[in-house]
């Protein structure tokens, strides 16, 4: 069941809970503020982090001795943060900005909702038992 965690996987759950925390306010947050100005490049940069150590700390979460189809976001959400400092360094705003709206929906919102909603997954079972 993936409720049970063995006693290596809880380190990678607490960080990547307190990664993911901070990461969902805050990239929604960015997807509406003002952009390009010292601020939004900051909280960026912030928020592109929080996303590494989400998806990399999710490596490391094994509930049944291997990977499950949610780990699929983790190459996704690699790819993903590339795909948004390439486009930002090339000026191609347009393109950073819809790399930056599929990672917030299709990296973050989409596992984090599967993560809660389907039974037996661990955030599933912490929640509702």
Do not use: E
Request: hydrophobic share 55%; proline share 5%; net charge positive.
């Amino acid at each position: 069941m993936a409720g049970d965690l063995g006693p290596y996987t809880k380190l990678p759950v607490i960080v990547h809970v307190a990664a993911v925390l901070p990461a969902v306010p805050l990239g929604g947050y960015l997807l509406v503020a003002r952009k390009g100005d010292a601020r939004h490049r900051l909280l960026g940069k912030v928020w592109l982090v929080l996303m590494l150590v989400t998806a990399t700390s999710a490596i490391f979460i094994k509930t049944s001795g291997s990977f499950s189809w949610i780990h699929l976001f983790v190459p996704l959400t690699f790819h993903a943060a590339w795909q948004t400092i390439a486009t930002a360094r090339r000026g191609d705003i347009a393109g950073h900005k819809r790399h930056l709206v599929r990672t917030y929906l299709l990296a973050l919102m989409i596992p984090g909702i599967a993560a809660i909603l389907v039974p037996d997954r661990l955030m599933n079972v912490m929640l509702f038992g």
